[in-house]
């Protein structure tokens, strides 16, 4: 016998935290790997030599034109490097 469970009672989905993190790993002799936070508006860079900083306050739309960037490490060294 099958009972139907009133809709304030049915389990509400579990977001994860994964899903606020994008990854990016560009075609980049200098730049390994670029994670961005949606939610803390937090970009981290780890470089080829194992390196990584963290970028706090770093707006999206900039993560975003760094991935499409042609050459990232040269976005990096002209962009963004001292600013953030």
Same mark, same amino acid.
């Given at each position: 016998m099958s009972r139907t469970v009133p809709y304030w009672?049915?389990?509400?989905?579990?977001?994860?935290?994964a899903d606020a993190i994008e990854r990016h790993?560009? !075609?980049?002799?200098?730049?390994? $790997?670029?994670?961005y936070d949606d939610e803390?508006?937090?970009?981290?860079?780890?470089?080829?030599d194992g390196a990584s900083v963290e970028l706090s306050d770093f707006?999206?739309?900039?993560?975003?034109?760094?991935? !499409?960037?042609a050459s990232p490490g $040269?976005?990096?060294?002209h962009h963004l490097r001292g600013r953030y």
């Amino acid at each position: 016998m099958s009972r139907t469970v009133p809709y304030w009672r049915k389990p509400k989905p579990v977001l994860h935290r994964a899903d606020a993190i994008e990854r990016h790993y560009p !075609a980049s002799s200098a730049i390994a $790997a670029l994670t961005y936070d949606d939610e803390s508006k937090t970009c981290w860079v780890t470089f080829t030599d194992g390196a990584s900083v963290e970028l706090s306050d770093f707006p999206q739309i900039e993560f975003e034109r760094w991935q !499409a960037a042609a050459s990232p490490g $040269a976005y990096w060294n002209h962009h963004l490097r001292g600013r953030y």
